[in-house]
């Protein structure tokens, strides 16, 4: 018989597999009500019965995080880990504005889009993916600071080439920031573009950069699952 422990946190046991799934899809659940209520027009009763299920929703939240504190080998661990901080995001919004009509504090219950991270606890390829980005967050942090120098650069060259005929779109080196983000991540929205000779031949090479900017984390993260993936076979 698998004790209380071994369902709330494994689930290798057919009752710990149902306690898995029957809260991801009340999370699921959850997040399409938290969607129908932004509807125009919605019907008293239906606001009522979204009202009513998100008590619901909030009280089995609020005991299954109780439960995992009750079995966790280390509490303050537990409470101050990833996970415990996601878990209580998700259910302290509803007790915060609970019988307050203000609505500084009804902004709190935005939070309940903690809900969907909550997925990420019952989601193996989920867990996979976050072990990758562990393995792999040396060379993800250092690209990310190359990227931000190529972004500065890219706006610096671009504010000398264009500046002078384009006064309005290319004010600053700041407002030059807003192109080299487009450019770079190859999105191109077209509202700001170069228009001369210098200013083109410099975006030609900038894109080819950006091919590389949007490529090589790509390839990190796959290789990195990759090795995650190992890890569990192993």
């Known amino acids: 018989m698998p004790t209380l422990k071994n369902i709330v946190e494994r689930s290798d046991s057919t009752i710990g597999r149902a306690f898995d799934l029957a809260i991801q899809l009340l999370i699921v659940l959850s997040l399409i009500a938290f969607s129908v209520e932004t509807l125009p027009n919605l019907d008293p009763q239906w606001i009522r019965f979204l009202q009513i299920f998100e008590v619901v929703t909030v009280l089995v939240f609020t005991a299954e995080y109780l439960l995992r504190?009750?079995?966790a080998d280390r509490k303050l661990s537990f409470v101050f880990s990833f996970f415990g901080i996601i878990d209580l995001l998700a259910i302290l919004p509803f007790y915060l504005s609970f019988g307050i009509d203000l609505r500084t504090i009804r902004a709190f219950r935005l939070l309940r889009l903690f809900w969907m991270f909550k997925l990420v606890r019952y989601s193996k390829a989920i867990q996979r993916f976050h072990r990758a980005f562990l393995i792999a967050r040396e060379e993800i942090v250092l690209f990310l600071c190359v990227t931000i120098i190529l972004l500065y650069?890219?706006?610096?060259?671009?504010?000398?080439f264009e500046h002078d005929t384009q006064p309005e779109a290319f004010a600053s080196i700041f407002h030059?920031?807003?192109?080299?983000?487009?450019?770079?991540?190859?999105?191109?929205?077209?509202?700001?573009?170069?228009?001369t000779?210098?200013?083109?031949?410099?975006?030609?090479?900038?894109?080819?950069?950006?091919?590389g900017v949007v490529s090589v984390p790509a390839g990190l993260m796959a290789s990195a699952l990759s090795k995650a993936r190992e890890m569990e076979k192993k």
Do not use: E, K, Q
Not at 197 to 211: N, P, S
């Open 153 to 160: 650069l890219a706006a610096v060259g671009i504010y000398h």
């Open 176 to 195: 030059s920031l807003w192109w080299a983000v487009i450019t770079l991540t190859t999105v191109g929205y077209g509202d700001i573009y170069p228009v």
């Open 197 to 211: 000779a210098g200013g083109r031949i410099f975006t030609f090479a900038l894109l080819l950069i950006g091919l």
């Open 69 to 71: 504190f009750l079995v």
